[in-house]
DNA sequence: CCCCACGTTTGATCCACGTCAACCCTGTTC
DNA sequence: GAACAGGGTTGACGTGGATCAAACGTGGGG
């Protein structure tokens, strides 16, 4: 585990959030500001928080004030409506933004909950909008983030919409062995931070396919599974999978 | 394959496009914008396009330059993959934007296509993020904008990940049925847009599947279809289908 | 007016996934 | 180290919606 770089020069940081010094901004909001405008980012995105598997950093029909950065760590967002259906309706890790839904209606509209002990950093979404009307490039990359988060639900979309049990799961495991290698960890071997449950309500999905879907995808060579953690032996033959010719 | 797009290009007439006396400013973006401001927002969306009926108003892999405003008309936006499965992912009506999902990579990622003659004003992107730069009301609604179409894919993911045949289909009638009512529309009466296929696509079901529940919901008196007339009624029968108990 | 094309409806059958239930691991507590 | 809990696996069976197939409007064109 200290193979990790990146988790050990996070454990060196100062407790003093700074964009300027903090080692993901290429993965976060500063991307590509200028070291001048970057001081004026670091006084707004000015405080941390730590938080414990479990947490909520916040629940849905709280209002809204902040948005929040993934410093480590690793989430869910879940929605669920009064008849007790709930739908997990992403997994969120490091440098990647939380509570762009609470904007639309000041209220935020699903539940943020840590998978695993993480360290977020809150930034005053009056005060981003503030910003990102000084700086261009803030501003430019902040439209980008949401637009992503819209091709993205458009995936899912597509996913739940037209994908068999099979491939759903090969789209999800390909999306988080990509993940991890845009930060460094390795592509072919992980842990995964959710219950099979949380992965059949991700995916349109009951846990016991979830189960199957993996214990098939071993057989097959594709992958070795203990438990949460998962090393794909045959991403070629997973992509093959996900992308397979229907019957039309 | 540029016929439609070139032809829809031409027609990228220099009408005169206003939103200080559109009638649909409390639909659309200039939503609580000053008189003053006003008029610098007419500069910007400068241009309407007209179009017919099956014409595309742009394609997946296109450049993005401009987000559209429907001035009149209606859309649906779908993505394809390459083994031909697509998944329609939106359908969109007067006073909505079109394109959000361009900014993420300057590129389109689904296709917008006219289900009816429609009118949309084309709104350049970079000119729109300049002038939200100066009104801050502006840059406040557009970021609600994006925010709400963030919100809403997590519905349909909802309802994607959840529901079934029949709860979905409700679930798309009463959608839409209040979409018609906040033009000022019989939110009873209306005529569909779209094929049984269609909306079976953005349902994540089969057009067979779809049409069996149109037929189930006149059978129990919740609602009369001919073609793709639709009369709601019974709007309390449909809600509560749609939220129906489940077994758990 | 008839014909053709295309979207829609309806029926019969099939199958992927859900449901229910038993059992198994691994980690934790006393 | 026995007992327990919570997640995970596996099997047997049921079912909602897909698939296949046929017939039915409706609207446009000759």
């Known amino acids: 585990m200290p193979t990790n770089v990146a988790a050990a ?44 598997r479990g947490d909520y950093l916040y ?61 977020v950093c809150a930034i005053p979404f009056s005060q981003l909008e503030g910003l990102s009307r000084q700086i261009h490039t803030l501003q430019h990359h902040f439209h980008k983030v949401m637009s992503r988060e819209i091709v993205r639900d458009h995936g899912v979309m597509m996913l739940l919409g037209t994908m068999r049990a099979e491939e759903r799961l090969a789209a999800f495991l390909l999306n988080l062995s990509q993940r ?38 071993q057989e097959e060579g594709l992958l070795s599974v203990h438990q949460r953690k998962v090393r794909i032996l045959n991403t070629a033959g997973l992509r093959r999978l996900m992308t397979h010719q229907r019957s039309d």
Chains 1, 2 share one sequence.
Do not use: W
Not at 20 to 25: D, W
Not at 96 to 106: N, T, W
Not at 184 to 205: K, Q
């Open 59 to 119: 629940r849905a029909g709280q209002g809204f004030e902040s948005i929040y950065a993934i410093r480590s760590g690793f989430f869910k967002t879940d929605v669920l409506i009064e008849d007790g259906r709930d739908q997990v309706t992403g997994f969120q890790m490091t440098g990647e933004l939380l509570g762009l839904d609470g904007i639309s209606s000041e209220v935020h509209t699903c539940n943020a909950i840590a998978l695993e002990d993480s360290e």
């Open 9 to 52: 020069r996070l454990v060196l940081e100062g407790v003093k959030a700074a964009c300027s010094n903090c080692n993901l901004r290429e993965l976060c909001l500063p991307i590509g500001i200028e070291p001048a405008d970057l001081r004026k980012l670091d006084e707004l995105v000015s405080t941390r928080r730590r938080m414990k």
């Open 180 to 217: 991890f290698k845009a930060r460094g960890y390795s592509p072919a071997e992980f842990n995964l931070r959710m219950s099979r449950d949380e992965i059949g309500s991700y995916l349109g999905l009951k846990l016991e396919t979830v189960s199957r879907a993996f214990s098939r995808f």
